[in-house]
Structures are given as C-alpha cells and as structure tokens.
C-alpha cells in the first residue's frame, strides 16, 4: 500500500531535549516536505526536499533541522525544543514538477513540548 | 508571495444544506489549486484539484468546486452535506519553480444531524 508513515505518532517531552520524528515514504517520490498545522493558522511549511541531499527552508524554518540521506526517508529534527513547537506536525511526498501532482499526507505526530 | 484566503472561519450546518466555501488567491502566474479534507483526527486528503481545462472541478463525495481567474478565487460547494462532512477543509495553491504547497488557514465544517 502507498503511504506515507510517520513515528512517533504522539510525543511529550521537555524543553531542550532534543528529538526527531522519523517519515518514510515508499512511492519513490523525489519531494518531501514537512508542515506543522496550529489552530487558526492553517498549515505552514517548515522545510522540504526536492530529492536525496537537496533541502531548502519553507515558510517557518527556525528551530528545525532536516536531512535527506535516502529517497525514501526525511527525518525532522528539533536540536532544542520549545514550548512554542508544540504542533500537529506532518510529513508529505509527491513526484516532482511545478506542483502538478497531489501531495500524500502521512498521519500526524502531536507534539508537546512542556 | 503567494498567498490564500479561506473567508470562514467556521461553518455550521443542517444535514442537506448547501455548502460554498469561498477561496481566493494571490499569484500571478500559472496556479495549481487544491481542496483538501481533515476528518477529525485524522491526516489530509485530497477532495479535488484544478490544473487546466475546464474551471469546474468534480471531486470525491460530490464535491466541486469552480475556478474564477478573473476573480482568483476556487470556492468549494457541495449541494446536499452530510453529518460525514464535518470536517475541517483547507484550500491550497502551488506555483513558482519549486511547486510547493500553500495552505489557506482553514475553515471547519459542523453538520447537525
């Protein structure tokens, strides 16, 4: 089946203490990228990948990091988190181009930074 | 930049309402609109996409939605809803080189049954 997946699915932790949540996808899709979604504002996009090695800032950058090692894997990592990550995060694929192509959207991991 | 604009914060329904869902956008160029749909608790799914061709876009669960360029606006609409469409939905537009998604802020539907 054609999914994306993401783990873990929800996560509590403490400020400063650096994490990472995990999203493969097994389409062979070149473009990945992650949003955080928080009320009223819609989902915004914090980096994304065009393919292996290739990695480029979105809209809301600060306090992430990205790496894209392998096709299938786009791993998000937060050095030092702060209660103001707290979000639904997703993770997203789709075979590149100008956008002509729908996204596929993995299930959401809810983080909570205290 | 490319922006969207989703005009309703919040919509509450009867079952067999219409439903419009206004959208509008802010790019000059050649755009590629979306609808998605986020049951409760659940991740996005696509509801319908406009690429080119004809601006009235037939979607899954009877869902449309008509593209307006004079107006930069892609409004969804639904004849008839269902308590299964409460749900939150989220209009999106890609442009530019990189193709990548901008969301609108959302608006949640509630259907009383």
């Known amino acids: 089946e054609a999914q994306v997946t993401q783990n873990p699915r929800y996560l509590i932790t403490v400020t400063g203490k650096k994490l990472t949540v995990t999203c493969s996808q097994n389409m062979n899709h070149e473009y990945m990228s992650w949003y955080r979604q928080d009320p009223g504002l819609g989902l915004r996009q914090i980096y994304y990948?065009?393919?292996?090695?290739?990695?480029d800032k979105g809209d809301v950058p600060e306090g992430y990091k990205v790496s894209r090692k392998e096709k299938r894997n786009f791993p998000l990592i937060l050095e030092s988190p702060s209660p103001n990550q707290t979000s639904l995060y997703f993770c997203?694929?789709?075979?590149?181009?100008?956008?002509?192509?729908?996204?596929?959207f993995g299930p959401g991991t809810r983080l909570t930074v205290t | 930049a490319q922006s969207v604009s989703q005009h309703n914060h919040h919509v509450i329904l009867s079952e067999a309402a219409s439903l419009e869902l206004g959208c509008n956008y802010s790019y000059g160029g050649t755009v590629n609109l979306f609808w998605y749909v986020q049951y409760p608790g659940q991740h996005l799914q696509l509801l319908l996409k406009?690429?080119?061709?004809?601006?009235l876009v037939k979607g899954i669960k009877g869902f449309e939605a008509e593209f307006i360029k004079s107006k930069f606006s892609f409004n969804l609409r639904k004849p008839s809803v269902q308590w299964s469409d409460t749900a939150e939905y989220f209009c999106?537009?890609?442009?530019?080189?990189?193709?990548?998604?901008?969301f609108g802020k959302g608006t949640k539907l509630s259907v009383k049954p």
């Open positions: 406009y690429f080119s061709g004809d601006p």
């Open positions: 997203a694929s789709r075979t590149p181009g100008t956008g002509l192509h729908e996204q596929y």
């Open positions: 990948s065009m393919n292996v090695e290739v990695t």
């Open positions: 999106a537009v890609t442009g530019g080189s990189q193709g990548n998604l901008i």
